[in-house]
T-cell receptor, first 114, second 113 residues
Framework: KQEVTQIPAALSVPEGENLVLNCSFT??????LQWFRQDPGKGLTSLLL?????REQTSGRLNASLDKSSGRSTLYIAASQPGDSATYLC?????????????FGQGTILTVHP | DTAVSQTPKYLVTQMGNDKSIKCEQN?????MYWYKQDSKKFLKIMFS???????INETVPNRFSPKSPDKAHLNLHINSLELGDSAVYFC????????????FGQGTRLTVV
């Protein structure tokens, strides 16, 4: 059974810092890994999707890496801003599970203070 | 031009009532999902439909009945609501592709009193 863990559970940093959020998964047989952002009272916004054959994806100040063999992904946020404050979730689509099912971690609550 | 939209955004109701949450996507996707986010913010899949047919049912109580009138809509009906049903319910959609990106709605916060 796939399990996804995110560390740390919460992170508070001053504006301008570069930071790394971690995601680990127990079963390396995945199709892809997706990073989401959730703002309070709002839905999930997809940030980056990494296919199992890829090592990383970049979008603006965000860079996500994937090491499938070790079951790890990191989300790197450069030059953090207060507007980056949100909960960040990672999720995987595992081989052999019900079609399209995403297994989520519990998220990292990020606070960037001015 | 919201991609995945849910209504209502908030729903407060008494125990024992029956309620529905509607979801629509305009992305042309074949597959739609319902996820539940509990009080600890943990998201877990409930159902998945592909082109109006059920493909995932994650041991959800039969008080929950999804209905898909067409591939752009997936509604969630809940009978005999219980306190433990209080959560945020998210609808999502994706192409019918194992490695496809999923897109989520804004969520419906259900509170049962």
């Amino acid at each position: 059974k796939q399990e996804v863990t995110q560390i740390p559970a919460a992170l508070s940093v001053p504006e301008g810092e570069n930071l790394v959020l971690n995601c680990s998964f127990t079963d390396s047989a995945i199709y892809n890994l997706q990073w989401f952002r959730q703002d309070p009272g709002k839905g999930l916004t997809s940030l980056l999707l990494i296919q199992s054959s890829q090592r990383e994806q970049t979008s603006g100040r965000l860079n996500a890496s994937l090491d499938k063999s070790s079951g790890r992904s990191t989300l790197y946020i450069a030059a953090s801003q207060p507007g980056d404050s949100a909960t960040y979730l990672c999720a995987v689509t595992s081989v052999g599970t019900s079609y399209g099912k995403l297994t989520f971690g519990q998220g990292t609550i990020l606070t960037v203070h001015p | 031009d919201t991609a995945v939209s849910q209504t209502p955004k908030y729903l407060v109701t008494q125990m024992g009532n029956d309620k529905s949450i509607k979801c629509e996507q305009n992305l042309g996707h074949d597959t739609m999902y319902w996820y539940k986010q509990d009080s600890k913010k943990f998201l877990k899949i409930m159902f998945s439909y592909n082109n109006k047919e059920l493909i995932i049912n994650e041991t959800v109580p039969n008080r929950f009945s999804p209905k898909s009138p067409d591939k752009a809509h997936l509604n969630l009906h809940i009978n005999s609501l219980e306190l433990g049903d209080s959560a945020v319910y998210f609808c999502a959609s994706s192409p019918f592709n194992l490695a496809a990106e999923a897109f989520f709605g804004q969520g419906t916060r259900l509170t049962v009193v």
